[in-house]
């Protein structure tokens, strides 16, 4: 809105140039004019009449009269050759930047997001250059996370549906018994491909704004410290110690289950980029602005250029010792809290400092 304003005023600024210009054009032309073309009045006048002296005041009216006449005509022709130039420059000016950035915004809505606007001269139209530019940068990043995720959302889909018609086609043909490890072996796949059809079509739900929710009054500590037994098991297993910490009760209106995802997915973040022998605390407490869950990890940390995009659908952190999430994860975590007026954030001093995720949401 800033950037508008100042180039509202720049264009009024531009008008009144051109103003300026075309009426200093009608006085200068006009006051140039007007004498030399009196003076042939009254010359003619001498030469008709014998002398100055025997001219009457009404002829001399009508001279002066048919002088400024000829003189403002030519003044006003002058003023709108000189103000029409003055608006072609005006124009070009701050019409080929717009023109530019409409022929760029039609080449990104085509797919081309690799379009660059030229930078102009004007401060107001450069920014605007500069907020085409960044857009189509973000839409290729996100077309190749969006690309690199359909390949791997297949090769997760190929890899559990090769397990179960393996083990279906050994069974029809009796190569293989069955037993119950085969049974729990085909029904582990098709979880793995239930969870991954969930969390699509969350994402999906997220992304359109659409999340139903069944708000209740509930307790965001019990919430969050319920998520934390749940995934106790997971944590010990892998070495991480897993505290929890907070106040008794935090009253909010909001869906438990929907929280609950958001805590298990920042808990299972933190697992993911904690080594064996850090620590995740989990601290519930009350601030003024609503009710805080913060989940603090001793683990990798986040450097500062990734820490503005690990919210972004479909990013992933790198990481050697476990294998990569598919992306949604922080993404649906921030979209759940959103729907409840709340918001999810993320903190971290650099790689090898730990990083905290907050939970915020309005207490009831």
Same mark, same amino acid.
């Given at each position: ?9 720049? +264009? ?6 051109? =103003?300026?210009? !075309?009426?200093? #054009? /009608?006085? $200068?032309?006009?006051? *140039? %004019? ?38 403002? +005509? ?6 709108? =050759?000189?103000? !029409?130039?003055? #608006? /072609?420059? $005006?124009?070009?000016? *701050? %019409? ?38 960044? +857009? ?13 995720? /359909? ?5 997760? %889909? ?207």
């Amino acid at each position: 809105m800033k950037i508008w304003r100042r180039l509202h005023t720049r +264009l009024f600024l531009s008008y009144l140039l051109v =103003i300026t210009v !075309g009426s200093f #054009a /009608i006085l $200068l032309v006009s006051s *140039l %004019l007007t004498r030399s073309l009196f003076q042939n009045h009254l010359g003619g006048m001498q030469r008709g009449m014998g002398a100055l002296r025997n001219a009457t005041v009404s002829q001399l009216r009508v001279a002066l009269a048919d002088s400024l006449n000829v003189a403002l +005509l030519v003044g006003l022709g002058a003023a709108l =050759i000189a103000a !029409g130039t003055t #608006a /072609i420059v $005006l124009g070009r000016r *701050l %019409l080929r930047p717009i023109e530019d950035v409409r022929s760029a915004a039609e080449q990104i809505a085509a797919g081309h997001y690799d379009q660059q606007i030229p930078r102009p001269d004007v401060e107001e139209l450069a920014e605007l250059a500069d907020d085409v530019n960044i +857009l189509g940068q973000t839409l290729a990043a996100t077309e190749q996370r969006r690309a690199r995720l /359909i390949g791997e959302v297949a090769h997760e %889909l190929r890899s559990p549906l090769t397990t179960i018609r393996a083990s279906m086609e050994g069974l029809i043909d009796g190569v293989i018994e069955p037993t119950g490890d085969v049974f729990a072996t085909i029904a582990d796949e098709a979880s793995r491909l239930e969870r991954l059809a969930d969390d699509l079509t969350l994402l999906s739900q997220a992304e359109e704004n659409a999340m139903p929710l069944s708000k209740i009054p509930c307790d965001l500590a019990d919430v969050a410290r319920r998520a934390a037994e749940r995934l106790q098991s997971q944590f010990d297993d892998a070495g991480i110690a897993l505290t929890y910490r907070g106040d008794r009760s935090l009253g909010v209106l909001a869906d438990p289950d929907r929280l609950s995802q958001v805590f298990i997915n920042l808990l299972g973040n933190a697992l993911t980029h904690t080594p064996a022998g850090g620590t995740v605390t989990v601290h519930a407490h009350a601030e003024p602005n609503g009710a805080i869950v913060e989940v603090t990890d001793s683990g990798r940390g986040i450097a500062p250029d990734e820490l503005d995009h690990i919210f972004e659908r479909f990013y992933r952190i790198a990481n050697p010792s476990h294998p990569a999430g598919r992306g949604i994860g922080l993404t649906i975590a921030r979209s759940i809290a959103r729907a409840h007026d709340g918001d999810v954030t993320a903190h971290s001093n650099g790689p090898g400092t730990g990083a905290t995720f907050q939970v915020r949401i309005p207490l009831a």
